[in-house]
């Protein structure tokens, strides 16, 4: 079974933190990887994709660990419109994406 | 910006009826695509659609599910007799290239009720 899993936490970071989720996943012919950011009962939303390189976009960073399997997000000064919860998502076929559960963030002033 | 947009925001139907939701995609998309997300769980895939076919579909998606474009605009999915389980948001999504490459851009969903 292709999975993703995350732990759901919630994290409650105060605002200026940084914060770092991960993410395991089963597939290794796996070949594409992102984070999507969904906010309470909303659509899930593509924060970025992840490269074997690493890629940063201001205050986030993503890593992809291709040996291990494993997924990470880094998100530097927090901020309270970061609160949301955090999709890592998969590539598990032609054209299909397996979502993990998501990890819940909770920045307070 | 561009949007997925679907309708109705929600619906509530009986159990047993049938029900279609409606999406209309990103006007030069090819990739479409169906999720859903019962509440407190994940998003699960339950069909892609490309050239006027299905794709791609899940274990989800049963003989209870179908997909249709009726013209160049629209994307629906029907559930022929829903049962109480199907009670969900179902997301609509579509991508310019193959989705599980670049991504998608979702619409903001259908909550289906069945009760």
């Known amino acids: 079974r292709k999975e993703v899993e995350q732990d759901p936490g919630p994290f409650n970071v105060p605002e200026g933190a940084t914060v770092a989720f991960n993410c395991t996943y089963s597939n290794s012919a796996s070949q594409s990887f992102f984070w999507y950011r969904q906010d309470c009962r909303k659509e899930p939303k593509l924060l970025m994709s992840v490269y074997s390189s690493g890629n940063e976009d201001g205050r986030f960073t993503a890593q992809l660990n291709r040996a291990s399997q494993y997924i990470s997000l880094l998100i530097r000064d927090s901020k309270l419109s970061d609160s949301a919860t955090y999709l890592c998502?998969?590539?598990?076929?032609?054209?299909?994406?397996?979502f993990g559960k998501g990890t819940m963030l909770l920045v307070s002033p | 910006e561009p949007e997925v947009t679907q309708t109705p925001s929600h619906q509530v139907t009986q159990m047993g009826q049938e029900v279609i939701l409606r999406c209309v995609p990103i006007s030069n998309h090819l990739y479409f695509y169906w999720y859903r997300q019962i509440l407190g769980q994940k998003v699960e895939f339950l069909v892609s659609f490309y050239n006027n076919e299905i794709s791609e579909k899940s274990e989800i998606f049963d003989d209870q599910f179908s997909v249709e474009r009726p013209d160049g605009s629209n994307f629906t999915l029907k559930i022929r007799s829903t049962k109480l389980e199907d009670s969900a948001m179902y997301f609509c999504a579509s991508s310019e290239g193959q989705g599980a490459l670049v991504g998608y851009t979702f619409g903001s969903g259908t909550r289906l009720t069945v009760v």
């Open positions: 998502v998969v590539n598990s076929g032609y054209s299909t994406l397996t």
